[in-house]
């Protein structure tokens, strides 16, 4: 802000504004004006779209999720689903699979695969999701906090419209395992998974160790949470 002297002006001359406040005479400059490139608007309508498919994807998830409400958590999902988009067109966005979704971690203080070293195979089927689990021993492939005594594995399936917002599937399968060195049969669980244009698929696993006491130990690192697959149809 600058005052005026000698010569006195009131109104606007290119980008100054002269004008009376207080007694004294003023100028100060114009507020620069700032002009959306066609990358900027896309990125903004691309990251309204991302927090829009992140909130229905999380509600979805919820019963999995060991934070479900921690504002940060939300925030890291929605911005990778939104750097996933980048610039791209949404009207024109071809079937892919959303490499930077997969191995996203609800719970930044433990990796999934840090504590579970199974060797899933996942494969969409029509309307079915396929998750084949190999022969394994829990005491082996479970890296678990001293007395536990089961393992609660859980498998969520959920989905969105990225365009129009709805909900698809919100599916989960959870299976309870005795935390020993027996070794546990191969077996495939199969999840419904209906999909329409425009969806977006993601498959999340979690994990929940279980103490002598039958209580969840709720350590943040003891709490694995992640997306194992993710598809955009």
């Not at 103490?211 to 709720?218: H, I, P």
Request: hydrophobic fraction near 40%; charge should be positive; charged fraction near 15%.
């Amino acid at each position: 802000m600058a005052k005026q002297t000698e010569i006195y002006l009131n109104g606007r001359v290119d980008n100054l504004v002269f004008y009376t406040a207080g007694g004294q005479k003023l100028v100060r400059s114009m507020p620069a004006m700032l002009k959306q490139t066609s990358n900027t608007r896309t990125r903004s309508r691309n990251f309204g779209l991302a927090a829009t498919a992140g909130r229905i994807l999380r509600n979805q998830l919820e019963p999995v999720l060991p934070f479900p409400k921690d504002k940060k958590m939300q925030s890291c999902f929605s911005g990778v689903i939104s750097r996933w988009l980048g610039l791209s067109d949404i009207n024109s966005l071809p079937p892919q699979t959303p490499e930077a979704l997969i191995g996203f971690s609800f719970n930044p203080k433990v990796a999934f695969t840090d504590r579970c070293k199974i060797s899933f195979t996942i494969i969409k089927q029509a309307e079915e999701m396929q998750i084949a689990l190999p022969e394994f021993i829990p005491a082996e492939v479970f890296a678990a906090p001293a007395g536990t005594q089961q393992v609660q594995l859980s498998f969520s399936l959920a989905g969105c419209g990225l365009q129009q917002g709805g909900l698809r599937n919100g599916v989960m399968q959870q299976l309870v395992l005795t935390y020993n060195d027996q070794p546990q049969p191969a077996q495939t669980l199969t999840l419904p998974a209906i999909t329409e244009l425009d969806t977006l698929l993601i498959l999340v696993a979690a994990i929940r160790f279980i103490n002598e006491q039958g209580k969840a130990d709720n350590r943040e690192v003891f709490l694995p949470a992640a997306v194992l697959w993710a598809a955009y149809y």
